[in-house]
């Protein structure tokens, strides 16, 4: 006589310890989807600024005030600043995770990492929507071209 | 556990086989990972990851000063200007591209259906790219800032 084994399919759903939301499973998704995201929109900007007319020599104000007068500039460094900081911060988390035993020690970091990234979120925030590329009594000098109709 | 087995059943319990002393392992830690290319890859990873996001918290802070005056945000960014300066700008481009490439590398490792199977040719394949994309960029960056 055999006698009657059961084995689950693999992958067969199995009871989960934990209710609620997987927070570590939509870290894991978000560094993946943000990270496709960041090597084209990293790659562009890399591209723009330091690649094509005199490259890094080519930055100064009016340069920046000339990208940052176009919405498309705006929400372009944007996206950049939302996906790379939180992609940076939950790396940085998973680093503190692995090499920070102290629950103590952990815990400071984790507060510093997110102390650090929504000061920085909120500032990036408002220097990019509310940047005024001919700030009044500017250095004519130091201003774009085109602030010539406004000063 | 003795280096014998002692035979059960219809072997008499006198028979004894002779097994021999595993030989020492030449790979440290008797891991088939460590000092292999995942290792390396993750190391890389780590490193470069570090170094750009400290790299980020300052360039958020640099550009913001677009928001203070010309003057402000020009002195600064000159400082990008500098010959030391432009080196690092290479390291980080460098650093930028490894993780850039590497971490599309771990993505199809995690969904391709034969990605874990390939990961080895596949970091060679990343070092390639990385290093046709610095042979494209460092010219023209040492270029832009020497002065040519």
């Not at chain 1, 503190?96 to 920085?120: C, E, F, G, P, Q």
Request: aromatic content about 12%.
């Amino acid at each position: 006589m055999t006698t009657d084994l059961t084995l689950d399919a693999p992958r067969a759903p199995h009871a989960r310890t934990k209710r609620g939301i997987n927070w570590e499973k939509w870290g894991w998704i978000y560094m993946r989807v943000s990270g496709v995201l960041l090597v084209v929109l990293i790659f562009g900007h890399l591209f723009v600024n330091l690649f094509l007319g005199d490259g890094v020599s080519q930055i100064d104000f009016a340069f920046v005030a000339g990208k940052l007068s176009d919405p498309f500039w705006q929400w372009y460094d944007f996206a950049l600043l939302v996906l790379a900081l939180v992609h940076g911060t939950n790396g940085m988390r998973t680093i503190v995770n692995d090499y920070v035993a102290k629950a103590s020690v952990r815990r400071i970091l984790h507060t510093a990492l997110v102390a650090s990234t929504a000061v920085l979120l909120v500032l990036g925030t408002l220097v990019l929507f509310t940047f005024d590329p001919c700030p009044a009594g500017a250095d004519p000098e130091l201003v774009a071209s085109f602030c010539e109709d406004i000063l | 556990m003795p280096a014998k087995a002692s035979g059960a059943g219809a072997m008499s319990s006198s028979a004894t086989i002779e097994v021999p002393v595993p030989r020492r392992s030449v790979i440290p830690g008797g891991t088939l990972y460590r000092g292999n290319e995942g290792m390396w890859s993750w190391v890389l990873h780590r490193i470069t990851g570090v170094a750009i996001y400290f790299f980020l918290l300052v360039h958020i802070l640099d550009t913001a000063l677009v928001r203070v005056s010309p003057e402000a945000y020009n002195i600064v960014i000159g400082a990008y200007k500098t010959p030391i300066m432009g080196l690092g700008e290479l390291a980080l481009v460098g650093a930028i591209g490894f993780h850039a490439l590497n971490g599309l590398r771990i993505i199809l490792v995690d969904f391709w259906g034969v990605g874990t199977r390939h990961q080895k040719a596949m970091f060679y394949v990343v070092l390639g790219v990385w290093l046709v994309l610095m042979i494209g960029f460092t010219p023209r960056h040492l270029i832009n800032v020497f002065g040519g």
